[in-house]
C-alpha cells in the first residue's frame, strides 16, 4: 500500500510532525508533498491520503482550502486529517474535515496536536508555548498513529472502514471560527527597515500567496496576503515590521525541544 501526506507548514512544526508520522506507520510507506512548493500530485495513485496543516484563527488556511478545492472528486478514498496549532485548535479539524468530505474522501481518523506557537503577538506577549506538546499531548499524539496504524491494517485486509465523525473538545466546539481575511486585517500594514534589508529575497521566496515582489526591496500587495506572517519570520535580517510587533517573536523553523521530541 502507498500514501501520501499533502501538508502546508509555515514555520516547519508541521513538516516535522508529518515526517514523525509517516516514520511511525510500518504498514504503510508514505511520500510527503508540500502544497506550497512541490507539483500537484496525482492522488489516484495512492490507496489512503492525509492532510496536515495548521491552526490560522480558529481555521484552516485560506492555502489549504484552495488547495482542496482544485482537487478532483473521488469516491470513498480513505483520508486522515491532521494539524499543528499554538494556542488554540478552535474549529481546525471540523473546518478540514468538511473541506476533504466535500470532494468524497472518507475520513477515518483525525487529531490536533500541541506545538509552539509561530504568531509573533502572541510569542511577544509570552505565550510561545515553547516547550509544547508536553507529555500528555505527545502521548495523544502516539495514540493517534496507532490508531491510524490500526485502521491502515484493516484497509490492507479489504476490511470495510467506517467514516469517522471528528469529534471536538468542548470549548472549541464553542470558539467561532474568524473569515478568511480575519489574519491578514490582524495583521495590518507591512513596512520594510531599508537599513537592515539587504534584498535577499528570502521574503519573496517564502510567501506562499505570491504575495511578496523584490523591486530591489520588498513590495507588499495586500490584496493577495493573507497575514500567515511567513515573510516575518523568515526574514534572517528581521527588517520586516507592522505596527504590533518588530524585530521580536520570530519562529522561523521547530526549536530544538520539539526537533528532539518528534524525532
Not at 135 to 149: G, N, P, Q, V
Request: hydrophobic share 30%.
Amino acid at each position: 500500500m502507498k500514501g501520501i501526506i499533502c501538508y502546508y507548514s509555515g514555520s516547519g512544526n508541521t513538516k516535522l510532525a508529518c515526517q514523525y508520522i509517516a516514520k511511525k506507520i510500518k504498514s504503510v510507506e508514505f511520500d510527503l508533498c508540500n502544497i506550497v512548493k512541490d507539483d500537484k500530485p496525482d492522488l489516484n495513485e495512492y490507496d489512503v491520503v492525509g492532510f496536515a496543516t495548521w491552526t490560522d484563527f480558529m481555521g484552516a488556511p485560506q492555502l489549504f482550502h484552495s488547495f482542496i478545492e482544485k482537487i478532483e472528486l473521488k469516491t470513498d478514498k480513505p483520508a486522515f486529517i491532521f494539524n499543528t496549532y499554538g494556542a488554540m485548535s478552535g474549529k481546525t479539524l471540523r473546518d478540514m474535515e468538511n473541506t476533504v468530505k466535500s470532494k468524497g474522501f472518507n475520513v477515518i481518523c483525525g487529531h490536533s496536536l500541541h506545538t509552539p506557537e509561530n504568531y509573533p503577538p502572541s510569542i511577544t506577549r509570552g505565550m510561545g508555548f515553547r516547550n509544547s506538546p508536553n507529555k500528555r499531548s505527545l502521548k495523544k499524539f502516539d495514540a493517534f498513529i496507532t490508531e491510524l496504524e490500526n485502521t491502515l491494517i484493516d484497509l490492507k485486509q479489504n476490511k470495510t472502514l467506517q467514516q469517522t465523525k471528528i469529534k471536538l473538545s468542548l470549548l472549541n466546539s464553542i470558539l467561532p471560527k474568524s473569515p478568511r481575511t480575519k489574519a491578514r486585517e490582524d495583521m495590518g500594514e507591512k513596512f520594510i527597515d531599508e537599513t537592515l534589508c539587504n534584498e535577499c529575497g528570502i521574503c519573496e521566496e517564502s510567501c506562499p500567496y505570491g504575495a511578496i515582489e523584490l523591486n530591489s526591496k520588498p513590495v507588499f500587495d495586500m490584496d493577495r496576503c493573507y497575514g500567515c506572517w511567513a515573510c516575518y519570520n523568515h526574514c534572517p535580517q528581521k527588517a520586516i515590521y507592522t505596527k504590533k510587533v518588530r524585530g521580536k517573536g520570530h519562529y522561523p523553523k521547530p526549536n530544538e525541544q520539539l526537533l528532539k521530541k518528534l524525532n
